[in-house]
């Protein structure tokens, strides 16, 4: 199975932009769909931005939708969440993932995570 493992995460002002990446070993990942998910203190883990396996498809969710791109690379075997535009309410554990069956705005859609990246935007 694949590992991932998020980097880029940090502590940012609003209105500031990130870069959010997530580096796979152990398979190839041109053989995955991806997905970012997010996780705020006290609240359940939600739905972020989709990718196929070659780039051509993306969805969002509504509320990062024209702030945050999702993109990747297969030859450097990461996928990208660039967020610009941050906003407090975007503060939150960020999570890649495996996508395996189902609907992709779901968690249990998933197979593979990575620990998460913390993402901190200050008012």
């Known amino acids: 199975q694949v590992q991932l493992v998020e980097s880029g995460g940090g502590l940012v002002q609003a209105g500031g932009s990130l870069r959010l990446s997530c580096a796979a070993s152990?398979?190839?990942?041109?053989?995955?769909?991806m997905g970012w998910f997010r996780q705020a203190p006290g609240k359940e883990r939600e739905f972020v931005a989709f990718i196929n396996w070659n780039g051509g498809t993306t969805y969002y969710t509504d509320s990062t939708k024209g702030r945050f791109t999702i993109s990747r690379d297969n030859a450097k075997n990461t996928v990208y969440l660039q967020m610009n535009s941050l906003k407090p309410e975007d503060t939150a554990v960020y999570y890649c993932a495996s996508y395996y069956s189902g609907g992709y705005y779901y968690t249990n859609a998933y197979k593979n995570w990575g620990q998460g990246t913390q993402v901190t935007v200050s008012s």
């Open positions: 152990g398979r190839t990942l041109s053989n995955y769909d």
